[in-house]
């Protein structure tokens, strides 16, 4: 829907489809599984970067001898340590020495008095490390050893040291099919929705809508479909046939937790990430009004100032996001 649209909403626009976080890949058992980073997949930004300028401000490089010095080789100040990491990957493209860092700020002893360190199992963590630690498991950054598993145990860590991102990472893991990131992953969207609540509640407003999104989808619709009406997903309206989609029936043989409908949930959900400016949240309102959902009446108003809201947001920002 653009930003000048003035067709209505339709029903068959809800976002009971795949969210912001996702991910589309097959089971592995269908021979479809992620591909896997060999760790020569930065090599050609690292040369683009190196004959770019190198602008940083006096201040700036002040600044960073300071977290080098405090970092003292990883016997210093966490924070230093871990500012000092970010400062030579993103800038220097010293990934490897980078990844170092963080691995010696992400495991500490416990007798560490770190600025900022958290206790987890009895270690001293600076999660933000953990956090960046995974990501280069993730994908072989800094020629790291490849290792998904060790990545969901490095986002694990971080978040049970309370840092955010690294609770959504976990949650994509989690939402991943079943045997397609590692054997010792779970296929958990309970688990997930858990900690997408306690992100939302802490002012992330797309783990807000991602978690909407997943009120909504229901034991009719496959979970990795890409969209869904209300109808469909109520069991109210057979599912259409598509050719341009993949079949978006829930395989009766498919195993996995069916997370219940929740629309008044969703809605509520919906409104905070609506009011943070996320447009697909206050599309969804005005498709969830329009049409009405179980505990969510048909209001036509509403739809209409939804319907609107979503405009004027794509218009500020430029795209549906």
């Known amino acids: 829907m653009g ?25 592995e058992s269908s021979g479809d599984s992620y591909p896997i980073p060999k760790g020569d997949e930065y090599d050609l930004m690292d040369s683009l970067s190196n004959e770019l300028p190198q602008i940083i401000d006096d201040e700036s490089k002040r600044q960073v001898e300071e977290y080098k010095m405090e970092c003292d ?3 210093g100040s966490m ?49 933000p490390s953990c956090y960046n630690l995974g990501r280069f498991r993730m994908t072989g950054k800094g020629r790291t050893e490849f290792n998904r598993n060790e990545a969901y145990e490095l986002f ?14 976990q949650a994509k893991m989690l939402l991943s099919p079943s045997g397609s990131l590692g054997d010792r ?14 992100v939302c509640n802490n002012g992330d407003s797309i783990s807000c809508f991602t978690l909407g999104t997943m009120l909504l989808r229901g ?3 496959d979970q990795h479909a890409s969209n869904a009406t209300p109808s469909e997903a109520r069991g109210i309206k057979s599912i259409k046939e598509r050719s341009i989609e993949a079949n978006r029936h829930r395989n009766p043989n498919d195993g996995r937790v069916v997370i219940n409908r929740d629309p008044k949930r969703a809605e509520q959900l919906f409104l905070t990430a609506c009011d943070a400016k996320v447009a697909a ?8 009004y329009k049409n009405g959902d179980d505990g969510v009446p048909s209001d036509q108003d509403k739809a209409k100032q939804y319907q609107e809201k979503t405009e004027e947001v794509v218009k500020m920002f430029g795209g549906f996001v």
């Open 3 to 27: 930003s000048n649209s003035s067709k209505p909403i339709e029903e068959s626009s809800e976002a009971t489809g795949i969210t912001s976080i996702e991910l589309s890949n097959k089971d």
């Open 79 to 127: 924070v230093s340590c871990f500012s000092y990491g970010e400062y030579i990957s993103l800038f220097e493209r010293k990934h490897e020495e980078a990844m170092k860092l963080f691995e010696n700020t992400c495991f500490r002893d416990i007798n560490d008095k770190s600025p900022n360190g958290v206790e987890v199992d009895k270690t001293m963590a600076y999660p």
């Open 281 to 288: 949240s206050c599309y969804n309102l005005a498709v969830m």
């Open 219 to 221: 034991a009719y619709i």
């Open 73 to 75: 080789n990883g016997n």
């Open 185 to 198: 992953i779970p296929h958990d969207p309970p688990k997930a929705m858990s900690l997408l609540e306690r």
């Open 156 to 169: 694990d860590r971080g978040c049970r040291g309370t840092h955010d991102p690294s609770c959504v990472m």
